[in-house]
C-alpha cells in the first residue's frame, strides 16, 4: 500500500508566501509523475503543477511565475510547492498525488489535502 502526505499549508496574508511539502511512502517500485491539484469551495479540482520523472515541469498559467515545484532527487519520494505572491483567489485545498508503480501496476495515489488560505 502506497501512502501520500501532505503538509504546510496554512494562513498567509496576500503577498506572502507558503511552502507545501508532500511525501510518498510504501510498497512503491518507481514513482514516476508527482504533482499538486487544488480545489476551491464550488469548485472542480484543477492542476497546479507537475514534475516528472525526469524533471520536466509544468503549471497552470494562474500559478506560473510565482509557483514553483520542486523534489527531493535522492529518492523521488517528496515534492515540493513554493508558492509566492500569493493571491486570495489561490485559496484551496491543496491535493498531491503521485504516480507509483507497484506490483500490482501503475496507480494515481492522492494525499487528503491541505488547507491554504490566502486573507488579510
Known amino acids: 500500500q502506497v501512502h501520500v502526505v501532505e503538509s504546510g499549508g496554512g494562513l498567509v496574508q496576500p503577498g506572502g508566501s507558503l511552502r507545501l511539502s508532500c511525501a510518498a511512502s510504501?510498497?512503491?517500485?518507481?514513482?514516476?509523475?508527482m504533482g499538486w491539484y487544488r480545489q476551491a469551495p464550488g469548485k472542480q479540482r484543477d492542476l497546479v503543477a507537475t514534475?516528472?520523472?525526469?524533471?520536466?515541469?509544468?503549471y497552470a498559467d494562474s500559478v506560473k511565475a510565482r509557483f514553483v515545484i520542486s523534489r527531493n532527487n535522492i529518492d523521488y519520494t517528496t515534492v515540493y510547492l513554493e508558492m509566492n505572491s500569493l493571491r486570495p483567489e489561490d485559496t484551496a485545498i491543496y491535493y498531491c498525488?503521485?504516480?507509483?508503480?507497484?506490483?500490482?501496476?501503475?496507480?494515481?495515489?492522492w494525499g487528503q489535502g491541505t488547507q491554504v488560505t490566502v486573507s488579510s
Open positions: 514534475i516528472s520523472r525526469g524533471g520536466s515541469t509544468s
Open positions: 510504501g510498497a512503491i517500485l518507481r514513482l514516476w509523475t
Open positions: 498525488y503521485a504516480k507509483v508503480e507497484q506490483v500490482q501496476g501503475i496507480d494515481d495515489v
